[in-house]
Nanobody, 121 residues
Framework: QVQLVESGGGLVQPGGSLRLSCAAS????????MAWYRQAPGKQRESVAV???????NYADSVKGRFTISRDNAKNTVFLQMNSLKPEDTAVYYC???????????????WGQGTQVTVSS
């Protein structure tokens, strides 16, 4: 099986920074697109940032210039550096990845369990 485990969430003051990490483990052959999503209370889950296996990135307009997504392919890990955080960034942040396992040529989409980010003074 494949697992995605996020870490790095917490409470931060407005204007502060946090760095989220998501490590994939299991019988992984290759990881393609990796992404971060978030879901605030009472709202739908939304895409925050996406990174391809080649390093191309895309961001939601609300986080452009403040958040940076990156990945370490050797460690099957994706990161989200969040700067200049605002109260409206408060949400549960989820890692997402398209994974090909060693046991099948199919590409399967996986989600992490989520990590809480709270921006408040």
């Amino acid at each position: 099986q494949v697992q995605l485990v996020e870490s790095g969430g917490g409470l931060v003051q407005p204007g502060g920074s946090l760095r989220l990490s998501c490590a994939a483990s299991g019988n992984i052959f290759s990881i393609y697109t990796m992404a971060w999503y978030r879901q605030a209370p009472g709202k739908q889950r939304e895409s925050v940032a996406v990174i391809s296996s080649g390093g191309s990135t895309n961001y939601a307009d609300s986080v452009k210039g403040r958040f940076t997504i990156s990945r370490d392919n050797a460690k099957n890990t994706v990161f989200l550096q969040m700067n200049s955080l605002k109260p409206e960034d408060t949400a549960v942040y989820y890692c997402n990845a398209d994974v090909r396992k060693t046991t099948t040529p199919r590409i399967v989409n996986y989600w992490g369990q989520g990590t809480q980010v709270t921006v408040s003074s």
